[in-house]
C-alpha cells in the first residue's frame, strides 16, 4: 500500500467520502417528532427542558397573568439580586462593577468594602504570579489568527503550571478559578498583540498589568499601545463585562461546563470545554456577527436614514440574499426573552452617550433604525409574532467597535466576563456532588449482518 498519494487524489478523496458520510450520518427527521425527542433540550413550544437547578442566576421572561403565562420584559438576577439594580447600584457609588460581581456569582452575597479590597488584592496577586516563562513559551509561539484556541490552549496548559491540577477541593478549585478570572484578560490581549507581530506585520508590545488597575481599565491599558482610556470607555467596558458574565445554567457554554465538571475532571478541561462552546458562531461569535453584518449593511445602503432602503436590507437578510446568506438577522432575537432582553436594555443606557464622545451619532441611529424595523420586518417574512427584541450582542458589537477594539477579541471579551459565572456554576455542581450528565439517544438505525470482504460490493 502506498502512502504517496498526491494531493488532487486526496482531495477528490475526501470530497466524495464527505458525500457518503453525510448520507450515512442523515437521520429521518420524521423520526426525532415520532420518539418526542427534545432537540435541543428544548420542546416544542420552544422552552428548555429542565435538567437541573442553580442558585447562581434566574431569567424571567414570561409573568403569571389571569391564571395564564404571557410574555414580559426580561429580567435577569445574579444570585437573587436585579441585574438592573446591580449596575444602578456600583455607578451610583462612583466604581467598577465587574470585581463586585465576581464575588457575588461565587459567594452568594454582595460584599463589604473590606471584602472586595481583599478580592481585589487576591485578583492582582494571581495577575502578577504569572510566569514570564508562559507567556514566552505558550502564548508567543504557534501564536493563532483566532484568539479562543489561544485563550483555550492558554487554560490548558495551565495545568502543567499547577502542583494541583486534578484536585477538585472546594478550596483549590476556587483558587484555580480566582486564577482564571485574573489571568483571562492577560491570555486575550497578550494573544491579540502576538498575532499581531506574527501574523499581521505590526509593532510588538506588551503591558504589565496594574494592580490598582479594574479589569475593565486593565484590557484597555495592555490593549493600546499608548494605553490611554477615558472615564466612559472604561465604565462602559466594565458594564459589559458585568453583562456577560452570566446567563443561567441553560446556556450552551455552561451546559457544557456542568457536563463536563460532572465526570469530575479537572478545572481546566472544564473551562476549555466551555470556551470551546462559547466559540461558536450560534453563542459568544454572535457578537463579531452583528458588527460585520452592519459594515456590511453600510456599504450597501445609499442612505442609511432612508427607512425604505434599510427595510429592503433587512428583507435581503432573512431571504439568504444579503452579508452571509444565513437568513439571519444577527442580534435580533433570544432563545428565551422576546419583548426585551434586560442586558441590552440596560446596555443602550449608556450607548448614546458615547457615540457621542467617538462622534459616531450616524452609526447609534442606524442601529436604532435596523432596532425598530428589524421585529416588523421579521414578522412580516417569517410569521413569527412572539416578539422580537434586540438581544445583547445587538449592542455589545457597536460598543466594541466604538471603543476601537478589533474584531479578534469580541468573542474573548465575552469569556473575560463569563469566566465568572462558568466559575460559580463549576462549584456549585462540584459542591452539591449531583451525577454524571448522560442524556439518552435513541439508536434507530436498522440491524444488519457482518459482510465477509469478498462479498462488498
Known amino acids: 500500500m502506498s502512502n504517496n498519494l498526491d494531493a488532487g487524489y486526496r482531495s477528490d478523496w475526501l470530497h466524495r467520502m464527505a458525500t457518503v458520510c453525510e448520507e450515512s450520518s442523515t437521520i429521518d427527521s420524521t423520526l426525532f417528532g415520532k420518539y418526542e425527542v427534545k432537540r435541543g433540550l428544548r420542546d416544542l413550544n420552544g422552552q428548555g427542558v429542565l435538567t437541573g437547578l442553580?442558585?447562581?442566576?434566574?431569567?424571567?421572561?414570561?409573568?403569571?397573568?389571569?391564571?395564564?403565562?404571557?410574555?414580559?420584559?426580561?429580567?435577569?438576577?445574579?444570585?437573587?439580586?436585579?441585574?438592573?439594580?446591580?449596575?444602578?447600584?456600583?455607578?451610583?457609588?462612583?466604581?467598577?462593577?465587574?470585581?463586585?460581581v465576581v464575588y457575588l456569582l461565587l459567594f452568594g452575597k454582595l460584599p463589604n468594602q473590606q471584602e472586595l479590597d481583599d478580592l481585589k488584592d487576591i485578583l492582582a496577586h494571581y495577575r502578577d504570579d504569572l510566569p514570564t516563562s508562559f507567556v514566552r513559551d505558550i502564548i508567543m509561539k504557534a501564536p493563532s489568527s483566532d484568539l479562543m484556541n489561544t485563550l483555550g490552549r492558554s487554560v490548558l496548559t495551565l495545568y502543567s503550571y499547577d502542583d494541583r491540577a486534578d484536585d477538585i477541593s472546594t478550596e483549590n478549585v476556587l483558587r484555580q478559578c480566582l486564577q482564571l478570572v485574573a489571568l483571562f484578560p492577560m491570555f486575550s490581549v497578550y494573544g491579540y498583540q502576538t498575532a499581531c507581530y506574527f501574523h499581521g506585520g505590526q509593532s510588538f508590545f506588551l503591558h504589565p498589568p496594574k494592580s490598582e488597575y479594574s479589569t475593565a481599565e486593565n484590557i484597555l491599558h495592555m490593549l493600546r499601545p499608548d494605553s490611554k482610556f477615558t472615564p466612559l470607555e472604561t465604565k462602559i467596558l466594565?458594564?459589559?463585562?458585568?453583562?456577560?458574565?452570566?446567563?443561567?445554567?441553560?446556556?450552551?457554554?455552561?451546559?457544557?461546563?456542568?457536563?463536563?465538571?460532572?465526570?469530575?475532571?479537572?478545572?481546566?478541561?472544564?473551562?476549555?470545554?466551555?470556551?470551546?462552546?462559547?466559540?461558536?458562531?450560534?453563542?459568544?461569535?454572535?457578537?463579531?456577527?452583528?458588527?460585520?453584518?452592519?459594515?456590511?449593511?453600510?456599504?450597501?445602503?445609499?442612505?442609511?436614514?432612508?427607512?425604505?432602503?434599510?427595510?429592503?436590507?433587512?428583507?435581503?437578510?432573512?431571504?439568504?440574499?444579503?452579508?452571509?446568506?444565513?437568513?439571519?438577522?444577527?442580534?435580533?432575537?433570544?432563545?428565551?426573552?422576546?419583548?426585551?432582553?434586560?442586558?441590552?436594555?440596560?446596555?443602550?443606557?449608556?450607548?448614546?452617550?458615547?457615540?457621542?464622545?467617538?462622534?459616531?451619532?450616524?452609526?447609534?441611529?442606524?442601529?436604532?433604525?435596523?432596532?425598530?424595523?428589524?421585529?416588523?420586518?421579521?414578522?412580516?417574512?417569517?410569521?413569527?409574532?412572539?416578539?422580537?427584541?434586540?438581544?445583547?450582542?445587538?449592542?455589545?458589537?457597536?460598543?466594541?467597535?466604538?471603543?476601537?477594539?478589533?474584531?479578534?477579541?469580541?468573542?474573548?471579551?465575552?469569556?473575560?466576563?463569563?469566566?465568572?459565572?462558568?466559575?460559580?456554576?463549576?462549584?456549585?455542581?462540584?459542591?452539591?456532588?449531583?451525577?454524571?450528565?448522560?442524556?439518552?439517544?435513541?439508536?434507530?438505525?436498522?440491524?444488519?449482518?457482518?459482510?465477509?470482504?469478498?462479498?462488498?460490493?
Open 54 to 100: 442553580t442558585e447562581v442566576s434566574e431569567i424571567r421572561s414570561k409573568k403569571m397573568v389571569n391564571d395564564e403565562m404571557v410574555p414580559c420584559d426580561g429580567k435577569l438576577y445574579y444570585q437573587g439580586i436585579d441585574i438592573e439594580e446591580i449596575v444602578d447600584g456600583f455607578l451610583a457609588e462612583k466604581r467598577f462593577g465587574y470585581e463586585e
Open 238 to 457: 466594565d458594564i459589559a463585562l458585568v453583562l456577560h458574565a452570566e446567563h443561567g445554567g441553560g446556556n450552551n457554554s455552561t451546559f457544557t461546563d456542568h457536563v463536563v465538571t460532572s465526570s469530575g475532571t479537572d478545572t481546566y478541561a472544564a473551562i476549555s470545554a466551555a470556551l470551546g462552546s462559547l466559540k461558536g458562531p450560534r453563542h459568544g461569535g454572535a457578537n463579531k456577527k452583528v458588527s460585520m453584518m452592519f459594515e456590511d449593511m453600510k456599504k450597501h445602503l445609499k442612505d442609511w436614514e432612508d427607512e425604505d432602503e434599510v427595510r429592503m436590507y433587512l428583507t435581503a437578510l432573512l431571504n439568504r440574499n444579503a452579508f452571509d446568506k444565513s437568513g439571519l438577522i444577527y442580534g435580533m432575537g433570544h432563545a428565551v426573552y422576546s419583548i426585551s432582553d434586560p442586558r441590552a436594555r440596560t446596555f443602550r443606557k449608556f450607548v448614546k452617550k458615547l457615540a457621542e464622545e467617538k462622534g459616531m451619532q450616524k452609526e447609534f441611529a442606524l442601529y436604532n433604525t435596523v432596532e425598530r424595523l428589524a421585529p416588523e420586518v421579521i414578522a412580516n417574512e417569517r410569521h413569527i409574532y412572539k416578539g422580537v427584541s434586540a438581544n445583547i450582542d445587538f449592542y455589545s458589537g457597536l460598543v466594541y467597535s466604538m471603543l476601537g477594539l478589533p474584531l479578534e477579541l469580541y468573542t474573548p471579551l465575552f469569556a473575560i466576563g463569563r469566566i465568572a459565572g462558568w466559575s460559580a456554576h463549576r462549584l456549585e455542581e462540584l459542591v452539591n456532588a449531583g451525577k454524571i450528565i448522560r442524556p439518552a439517544y435513541k439508536a434507530v438505525a436498522k440491524h444488519s449482518p457482518y459482510i465477509p470482504m469478498s462479498e462488498r460490493e
